[in-house]
């Protein structure tokens, strides 16, 4: 059986050509145009065709650059929207009065433009019947300028938040419908609500099947310049243990005031501090919508300490989420799971009791119920569930951009030999399980091996244990490393990636 959307639009073009054969130029421009959307797309990535008047430089944002991707496309959505509107609507066929009606831009292509960056202009052309859809990104409490000049036909620019259908964009857009007449220029500020990405609509003022005008666009930036952000918001995904605050504690200690000021959307996610990763998984599914509807985005970025990396690859992968996710950064997640969980449940020889009592006395669980939850997510991470059944059902979804950096300490032995190479000591807690990782699997942050946390693009190594890397405890870490300003990095990394 043929999907909805594909029966739909065979129907309407079967519909159009039936009621008005005499216009056979007008419904063969109009059908191409549907057929080159395809089947029903995915709103994330399918492509038709390339337009090579894009800006291929300039900065994201005042602080960071990236690459402007132009791809043609029609979400699943607007695609099935448009087909029924055009099984009730021959918008090409004569009027009652005889005279031609002007297509509807909703029934042709709706051309995915990429990301509008700010710098030199940009020059486009719209399809026959159709509307181009950009991107642009800014920071809260700054200022853009948009400016447009018309060409050779007078046309219709919108602002609207990213999370709606285009239809539904043109009925509630963050600016009045700007209005360019052909050979004109105008200039329009915009007081950016909050960061992130927007989205641009441009469309004929007058649709014509016979008529592709042509625009420029050119962003820049007025006010407020020295703000900083990533294309989607950022979501903090804590590892055992986690929380978002408790008193005056945070997980990551102190990061989110040292970055969120900066004008990077900041939010956390609160999950079972431990748990199976599909039990924390599917918590964080739910707040990953919780979160796209509260910034009005259409996908985030996730950061994923320890067991948050692991929970984020299942909400993404077995959940389906890689539609909602652009980028994930992992930080000494175990990715191939870890030797000492192995050892306290006995999958592995080895004294067992020892590192029981060590994870469940590092984890602070002391009731039955708290036992319990604790050894679900020892065998989440072991060593035998990651490498033997989690990875292979859990192969990365192409959509997304996953990037890993990993944790590495020494004890202070290890100091004596200079190709150690050692700057962090070992906090105490974590000895025990750095000696036994050491001998048996080699460099390690005391939880998590150097090998194991390395996943997709691997960008280098933190030089921290497994509770300095989130500030811990109390912000107070080795001397040597300052874990906000280390956040803080990364946070630009994303944005200069074009996240």
């Known amino acids: 059986m043929l999907p909805r959307c594909t029966l739909l639009r065979r129907d309407a073009l079967a519909s159009a050509i039936m009621r008005n054969a005499s216009c056979a130029l007008a419904s063969a421009l109009c059908a191409a145009a549907l057929l080159v959307t395809g089947g029903c797309g995915d709103d994330s990535g399918a492509t038709s065709g390339t337009d090579s ?3 291929t430089t300039a900065a994201t944002t005042t602080t960071t650059a990236t690459t402007a991707t132009t791809t043609t496309a029609t979400t699943a959505a607007e695609t099935t929207e448009a087909a029924t509107e055009a099984s009730g609507t021959d918008s090409d066929s004569e009027s009652d009065t005889g005279g031609p009606i002007a297509c509807d831009p909703r029934l042709g292509l709706l051309s995915e433009r990429g990301l509008l960056l700010q710098g030199p202009p940009v020059d486009a052309q719209l399809q026959p019947c159709g509307a181009d859809r950009w991107y642009l990104v800014g920071a809260s409490e700054s200022e853009l300028q948009l400016t447009i000049r018309g060409q050779d036909a007078p046309i219709e620019v919108i602002l609207a938040y990213p999370d709606l259908l285009a239809a539904d964009a043109w009925k509630a857009p963050l600016t009045p419908v700007l209005s360019v007449a052909a050979g004109e220029q105008l200039d329009h500020s915009f007081a950016v609500p909050r960061s992130g990405e927007f989205a641009l609509y441009v469309r004929p003022q007058a649709p014509d099947p016979q008529s592709a005008p042509a625009y420029q666009l ?22 055992w243990t986690g929380f978002e605050s408790i008193g005056p504690l945070n997980y990551w200690y102190g990061v989110r005031a040292h970055v969120e000021p900066y004008g990077y959307p900041f939010a956390v996610a609160v999950l079972d501090p431990y748990n199976s990763s599909e039990v924390r998984g599917a918590q964080l599914a739910e707040q990953i919508d919780g979160f796209l509807l509260e910034w009005r985005a259409r996908r985030l970025d996730l950061i994923g300490h320890s067991q948050g990396g692991i929970d984020s690859r299942y909400a993404i992968t077995t959940l389906g989420y890689g539609d909602r996710v652009d980028a994930l950064l992992t930080i000494a997640s175990p990715h191939r799971g870890t030797y000492i969980t192995d050892l306290a449940l006995g999958l592995a020889p080895g004294a067992v009791e020892e590192a029981l009592a060590f994870l469940l006395n590092l984890l602070g669980a002391v009731s039955a119920q708290s036992k319990s939850d604790a050894k679900a997510s020892f065998y989440s991470l072991s ?3 990651m490498q033997g059944e989690f990875n292979p059902q859990n192969p990365d979804d192409p959509r997304v951009h996953y990037t890993s950096y990993t944790g590495r300490s020494c004890a202070a032995i290890d100091f004596l030999n200079p190709a150690n190479e050692c700057v962090d000591y070992i906090d105490p807690l974590l000895l025990w399980a750095y000696n036994i990782l050491k001998i048996a699997r080699g460099p390690n942050d005391g939880l998590v091996t150097v090998e194991s946390a390395i996943w997709g693009e691997y960008r280098g190594e933190m030089i921290a244990d497994h509770i300095d890397e989130v500030g811990q ?6 001397p040597n490393f300052d874990h906000r300003a280390w956040y803080l990095d990364r946070v630009r990394e994303l944005a200069a990636d074009g996240h």
Do not use: M, N
């Open 53 to 55: 008047g894009a800006s």
């Open 218 to 239: 050119e962003l820049s930036c007025q006010r407020g310049c020295e703000r900083e952000t990533t294309r989607f918001p950022l979501l903090w995904v804590h590892g």
């Open 383 to 385: 060593e035998h569930y």
């Open 473 to 478: 405890i109390a912000g107070v870490t080795d």
